[in-house]
């Protein structure tokens, strides 16, 4: 068994049913692959709970954004030209 | 009583295309946010995710009538974020490289910095370091919780492949944070954990 793949498999709950048997058994008497796969499980949540960018995200003015994506969309299609470029409403009309 | 009808992606892209504006209007609501979130995954700067983001939904607006539903919208919607990130990237990498000369005096700065790093600053900076395509991988299992499949998807490539990128995203950065003392640390406490679960099953036993 590849040890690399097999590692990932069970970390993420995906072990190949062929495997399962042995990998139960690795992981009861191998304290060296249970380490490695406890480190692996570690440095996710070290990831997660280490995560920045929600706190980038909430300095986002959304409703902001929003008026803007429209706004661009708006005048890069030029059968939405004549409509209301200023507020996110737009009339329906026809896209290309 | 009035029963307000939410509707699907796919029911708001069939009235987009039926020329209602206010479909899209709905489907910008829906997904902006977690368009900027993907995008400030690669860039790391509010101000350009935005605009990356808005390039995003205006390349939708356009491509939108070559979207044949095979995946979800939202697949298709990430596929286009990332690779508008990666060129954004690109070009920040372009634009970086014609000023040498500062990059190098950054650099140590930045080395000495790094030495003293907290194990969130280490992460970020390996996880940057990580090629496109694997660092890909590990942004939509790991903080879009995101099955292989989905990713597959979004990365435009087969099953194994996407599964493939996340297993060496994830070794290289076990392999970076092996000599760190972060590690040793965990290692210890894995020692312990172990320790302690093996004599609950002894007195279990007993």
Not at chain 1, 42 to 54: G, N, Q, T
Not at chain 2, 21 to 49: T, W
């Amino acid at each position: 068994m590849r040890s690399d793949a097999w590692w990932i498999d069970h970390l993420e709950s995906e072990d190949a049913p062929w495997n399962s048997e042995q990998v139960d058994l690795i992981m009861k008497h191998s304290v060296v692959d249970g380490q490695i796969i406890f480190n692996l499980h570690r440095l996710k949540m070290a990831a997660l709970d280490l995560d920045d960018i929600p706190a980038l995200v909430e300095q986002v003015d959304f409703e902001a954004l929003h008026s803007r994506i429209m706004r661009a969309v708006a005048s890069s299609d030029p059968h939405l030209q004549s409509s209301d470029k200023n507020d996110g409403n737009l009339n329906p009309l026809r896209t290309r | 009583m009035a029963i307000e009808l939410i509707k699907d992606d796919h029911e708001l892209i069939i009235e987009i295309k039926a020329g209602n504006m206010m479909a899209f209007s709905e489907l910008v609501k829906r997904h902006q946010k977690g368009v900027v979130r993907i995008i400030l995954r690669f860039l790391r700067d509010v101000d350009q995710s935005q605009d990356v983001a808005q390039e995003a939904f205006i390349k939708v607006f356009e491509k939108l009538h070559t979207f044949e539903g095979r995946s979800s919208f939202k697949s298709w919607l990430y596929q286009i974020a990332i690779n508008l990130s990666k060129n954004k990237l690109r070009e920040c990498h372009r634009e970086t490289t014609q000023i040498d000369h500062v990059q190098i005096s950054v650099e140590s700065v930045a080395e000495s910095r790094l030495i003293q790093a907290s194990i969130g600053e280490v992460l970020q900076d390996e996880v940057s370091k990580l090629p496109h395509k694997q660092k890909s991988a590990l942004v939509l299992r790991i903080y879009e919780d995101l099955s292989f499949k989905e990713i597959a998807q979004i990365m435009n490539c087969p099953y194994d492949t996407a599964k493939a990128n996340y297993r060496h995203a994830l070794l290289r950065l076990r392999h970076a944070f092996e000599d760190r003392d972060e590690l040793k640390t965990w290692r210890e406490e894995f020692m312990f954990e172990s320790e302690v679960c093996n004599n609950r099953v002894v007195e279990a036993e007993s």
